[in-house]
Protein backbone atom coordinates (compact mmCIF):
# COMPACT_ATOMS: atom_id res chain seq x y z
CA UNK A 1 0.00 0.00 0.00
CA UNK A 2 1.24 3.28 -0.55
CA UNK A 3 0.88 7.11 0.70
CA UNK A 4 2.11 9.88 1.53
CA UNK A 5 3.26 11.05 4.54
CA UNK A 6 5.15 13.89 6.84
CA UNK A 7 8.54 13.73 6.91
CA UNK A 8 11.57 15.35 8.84
CA UNK A 9 12.48 19.09 8.34
CA UNK A 10 15.69 17.82 6.84
CA UNK A 11 14.42 16.01 4.72
CA UNK A 12 11.35 17.85 3.47
CA UNK A 13 9.60 17.39 0.42
CA UNK A 14 5.69 17.66 -0.79
CA UNK A 15 5.16 13.79 -1.65
CA UNK A 16 6.36 10.50 -0.22
CA UNK A 17 5.03 6.99 -1.38
CA UNK A 18 4.67 5.46 1.51
CA UNK A 19 4.33 5.58 5.64
CA UNK A 20 6.83 3.45 7.44
CA UNK A 21 5.07 0.15 8.79
CA UNK A 22 6.75 -2.02 11.66
CA UNK A 23 6.72 -5.47 10.73
CA UNK A 24 9.50 -8.41 10.78
CA UNK A 25 9.57 -11.09 8.67
CA UNK A 26 8.80 -14.78 8.61
CA UNK A 27 11.61 -17.06 8.80
CA UNK A 28 10.43 -17.62 5.01
CA UNK A 29 10.33 -14.20 4.33
CA UNK A 30 13.78 -13.69 5.65
CA UNK A 31 15.36 -16.91 4.08
CA UNK A 32 13.92 -15.64 0.65
CA UNK A 33 15.02 -12.47 0.90
CA UNK A 34 18.75 -13.48 2.30
CA UNK A 35 18.54 -15.79 -1.29
CA UNK A 36 17.06 -14.01 -3.55
CA UNK A 37 17.99 -10.42 -3.12
CA UNK A 38 21.37 -10.36 -4.09
CA UNK A 39 19.94 -11.07 -8.01
CA UNK A 40 16.29 -9.65 -7.63
CA UNK A 41 16.89 -6.49 -5.57
CA UNK A 42 17.69 -3.15 -7.01
CA UNK A 43 19.36 -0.21 -4.87
CA UNK A 44 18.16 3.53 -4.88
CA UNK A 45 21.85 3.82 -4.21
CA UNK A 46 23.29 2.29 -7.73
CA UNK A 47 21.57 5.47 -9.03
CA UNK A 48 19.98 5.20 -13.08
CA UNK A 49 19.25 1.69 -14.04
CA UNK A 50 20.01 0.42 -17.40
CA UNK A 51 16.91 -1.90 -18.20
CA UNK A 52 18.64 -4.44 -20.34
CA UNK A 53 21.19 -5.35 -18.37
CA UNK A 54 18.96 -5.50 -14.83
CA UNK A 55 16.71 -7.97 -16.83
CA UNK A 56 19.32 -9.69 -18.92
CA UNK A 57 17.20 -8.96 -22.13
CA UNK A 58 15.07 -5.73 -23.88
CA UNK A 59 10.89 -6.03 -22.92
CA UNK A 60 8.42 -4.07 -21.78
CA UNK A 61 8.53 -2.96 -18.72
CA UNK A 62 5.34 -2.60 -16.03
CA UNK A 63 6.62 -0.36 -12.32
CA UNK A 64 3.90 -1.41 -9.57
CA UNK A 65 4.54 0.62 -6.89
CA UNK A 66 3.23 -0.53 -2.91
CA UNK A 67 2.54 -3.98 -4.14
CA UNK A 68 1.99 -5.21 -0.34
CA UNK A 69 3.03 -8.40 0.05
CA UNK A 70 3.38 -9.00 -3.50
CA UNK A 71 0.96 -11.85 -4.37
CA UNK A 72 -0.93 -10.06 -7.55
CA UNK A 73 2.63 -8.83 -8.84
CA UNK A 74 4.17 -11.93 -8.68
CA UNK A 75 0.60 -13.74 -10.47
CA UNK A 76 0.85 -10.64 -13.36
CA UNK A 77 4.61 -11.60 -13.60
CA UNK A 78 4.03 -15.17 -13.93
CA UNK A 79 0.99 -14.73 -16.38
CA UNK A 80 3.57 -11.98 -18.65
CA UNK A 81 7.06 -14.11 -18.95
CA UNK A 82 7.36 -11.46 -22.04
CA UNK A 83 6.89 -8.86 -19.67
CA UNK A 84 9.93 -7.31 -17.45
CA UNK A 85 8.25 -6.18 -14.20
CA UNK A 86 9.75 -3.54 -11.26
CA UNK A 87 8.19 -3.50 -7.73
CA UNK A 88 8.16 -0.78 -5.29
CA UNK A 89 7.39 -1.29 -1.54
CA UNK A 90 9.17 0.30 1.40
CA UNK A 91 7.72 -2.07 3.79
CA UNK A 92 10.75 -5.16 3.90
CA UNK A 93 8.59 -8.60 4.80
CA UNK A 94 6.00 -7.66 2.05
CA UNK A 95 9.67 -7.75 -0.37
CA UNK A 96 10.36 -11.04 1.85
CA UNK A 97 7.47 -12.42 0.76
CA UNK A 98 7.41 -11.15 -2.75
CA UNK A 99 10.94 -12.98 -3.35
CA UNK A 100 9.26 -16.23 -1.31
CA UNK A 101 5.94 -16.58 -4.06
CA UNK A 102 8.76 -15.64 -7.24
CA UNK A 103 10.35 -18.39 -5.83
CA UNK A 104 7.84 -20.90 -5.17
CA UNK A 105 6.82 -20.05 -8.33
CA UNK A 106 9.97 -20.18 -10.55
CA UNK A 107 9.36 -16.53 -11.62
CA UNK A 108 12.41 -14.64 -12.66
CA UNK A 109 10.94 -11.28 -14.54
CA UNK A 110 10.27 -9.07 -11.26
CA UNK A 111 13.10 -6.87 -10.11
CA UNK A 112 12.64 -4.94 -6.53
CA UNK A 113 13.16 -1.82 -4.75
CA UNK A 114 12.44 -1.66 -0.93
CA UNK A 115 12.35 2.44 -0.98
CA UNK A 116 10.55 5.31 -1.49
CA UNK A 117 8.77 5.12 -4.82
CA UNK A 118 9.38 8.81 -5.26
CA UNK A 119 13.43 8.56 -4.68
CA UNK A 120 13.43 5.59 -7.48
CA UNK A 121 11.57 7.55 -9.64
CA UNK A 122 13.76 10.57 -9.88
CA UNK A 123 17.13 8.30 -9.50
CA UNK A 124 16.65 4.91 -10.78
CA UNK A 125 14.27 5.14 -13.70
CA UNK A 126 14.92 6.11 -17.15
CA UNK A 127 12.78 8.47 -18.77
CA UNK A 128 10.57 6.95 -21.63
CA UNK A 129 11.10 3.81 -20.25
CA UNK A 130 7.93 2.33 -18.90
CA UNK A 131 5.00 0.89 -20.80
CA UNK A 132 2.66 1.00 -17.80
CA UNK A 133 2.75 1.88 -14.23
CA UNK A 134 0.05 0.60 -11.63
CA UNK A 135 -0.70 1.37 -7.73
CA UNK A 136 -3.08 -0.88 -6.53
CA UNK A 137 -4.95 0.57 -3.49
CA UNK A 138 -2.95 3.16 -2.08
CA UNK A 139 -3.71 4.36 1.60
CA UNK A 140 -6.91 6.03 1.02
CA UNK A 141 -6.14 8.54 4.22
CA UNK A 142 -9.88 8.56 4.47
CA UNK A 143 -10.13 11.33 7.22
CA UNK A 144 -11.02 14.70 5.45
CA UNK A 145 -7.83 16.43 7.03
CA UNK A 146 -5.58 14.23 6.01
CA UNK A 147 -6.51 13.94 2.33
CA UNK A 148 -3.67 15.82 1.25
CA UNK A 149 -1.58 12.62 2.65
CA UNK A 150 -2.76 10.64 -0.55
CA UNK A 151 0.11 10.12 -2.91
CA UNK A 152 -2.74 10.83 -6.53
CA UNK A 153 -1.99 14.21 -6.61
CA UNK A 154 -0.79 16.65 -9.54
CA UNK A 155 2.64 17.11 -8.82
CA UNK A 156 3.19 13.54 -8.26
CA UNK A 157 1.58 12.49 -11.99
CA UNK A 158 3.52 14.91 -13.39
CA UNK A 159 7.07 13.67 -11.36
CA UNK A 160 5.21 10.35 -13.58
CA UNK A 161 4.73 10.98 -16.72
CA UNK A 162 8.14 11.62 -18.02
CA UNK A 163 8.69 7.82 -16.97
CA UNK A 164 6.49 6.48 -19.29
CA UNK A 165 6.62 5.83 -23.05
CA UNK A 166 4.56 7.28 -25.39
CA UNK A 167 1.30 5.60 -25.38
CA UNK A 168 2.22 3.98 -21.84
CA UNK A 169 -0.76 3.48 -19.24
CA UNK A 170 -1.30 4.31 -15.60
CA UNK A 171 -3.66 2.54 -14.06
CA UNK A 172 -4.63 3.17 -10.48
CA UNK A 173 -7.23 0.68 -8.37
CA UNK A 174 -9.16 1.97 -5.23
CA UNK A 175 -12.01 0.68 -3.00
CA UNK A 176 -12.69 4.44 -1.52
CA UNK A 177 -15.17 5.98 -3.89
CA UNK A 178 -13.94 9.51 -2.93
CA UNK A 179 -10.24 8.91 -3.75
CA UNK A 180 -11.53 7.51 -6.87
CA UNK A 181 -13.28 10.61 -7.70
CA UNK A 182 -9.89 12.42 -6.78
CA UNK A 183 -7.60 10.44 -8.88
CA UNK A 184 -10.26 10.67 -11.90
CA UNK A 185 -10.09 14.73 -11.63
CA UNK A 186 -5.98 14.39 -10.93
CA UNK A 187 -5.97 12.53 -14.02
CA UNK A 188 -8.44 14.32 -16.36
CA UNK A 189 -6.63 17.86 -15.26
CA UNK A 190 -3.21 16.65 -17.03
CA UNK A 191 -3.42 17.72 -20.79
CA UNK A 192 -1.23 14.91 -21.12
CA UNK A 193 -2.87 11.83 -20.52
CA UNK A 194 -5.74 10.75 -22.20
CA UNK A 195 -8.94 8.19 -20.58
CA UNK A 196 -8.58 4.70 -22.30
CA UNK A 197 -12.72 4.73 -21.85
CA UNK A 198 -15.24 7.63 -22.15
CA UNK A 199 -14.29 11.10 -20.31
CA UNK A 200 -15.01 11.11 -16.89
CA UNK A 201 -15.88 7.08 -16.53
CA UNK A 202 -14.36 4.35 -14.73
CA UNK A 203 -12.79 1.37 -16.47
CA UNK A 204 -13.51 -2.06 -15.95
CA UNK A 205 -11.09 -4.22 -14.09
CA UNK A 206 -8.58 -5.52 -16.75
CA UNK A 207 -7.76 -9.31 -16.91
CA UNK A 208 -4.29 -8.85 -16.15
CA UNK A 209 -4.84 -7.25 -12.71
CA UNK A 210 -6.09 -10.27 -10.19
CA UNK A 211 -8.55 -10.08 -7.76
CA UNK A 212 -7.00 -9.75 -4.51
CA UNK A 213 -7.91 -11.55 -1.16
CA UNK A 214 -8.11 -7.82 0.14
CA UNK A 215 -10.76 -7.37 -2.63
CA UNK A 216 -13.32 -10.25 -2.75
CA UNK A 217 -13.53 -9.39 0.96
CA UNK A 218 -14.73 -5.92 0.19
CA UNK A 219 -16.76 -7.28 -2.48
CA UNK A 220 -18.59 -9.63 0.07
CA UNK A 221 -19.35 -6.52 1.84
CA UNK A 222 -20.43 -4.76 -0.96
CA UNK A 223 -17.76 -2.35 -1.04
CA UNK A 224 -17.27 -0.94 -4.86
CA UNK A 225 -13.88 -1.11 -6.93
CA UNK A 226 -12.74 1.58 -8.97
CA UNK A 227 -10.25 1.20 -12.11
CA UNK A 228 -8.81 4.30 -13.84
CA UNK A 229 -6.92 3.65 -16.96
CA UNK A 230 -5.09 6.66 -18.69
CA UNK A 231 -2.56 6.70 -21.22
CA UNK A 232 0.02 9.34 -22.62
CA UNK A 233 -0.40 10.93 -25.77
CA UNK A 234 2.24 13.67 -25.23
Known amino acids: MTSATDIPNKHLRAIRSFVKRSGRMTPGQQGAYDQHWPQKGLLLSAGMIDLAQVFG ?14 VSLVQMAAAAPATNFIGIE ?84 TDWEDYAEQMMEVLTGCEQLLNTGQQYAFSERPDYRPVTKFEQRGERLGHGVWDLLFQRIS
Open 90 to 173: VHEPGVGKLLHGMDEQAVNNIRVYCDDAVDVLQHCIPDGSLSRVQIYFPDPWHKKKHNKRRLIQPAFIQQLLPKLEPGGIIHLA
Open 57 to 70: RSAPVVLEIGFGMG
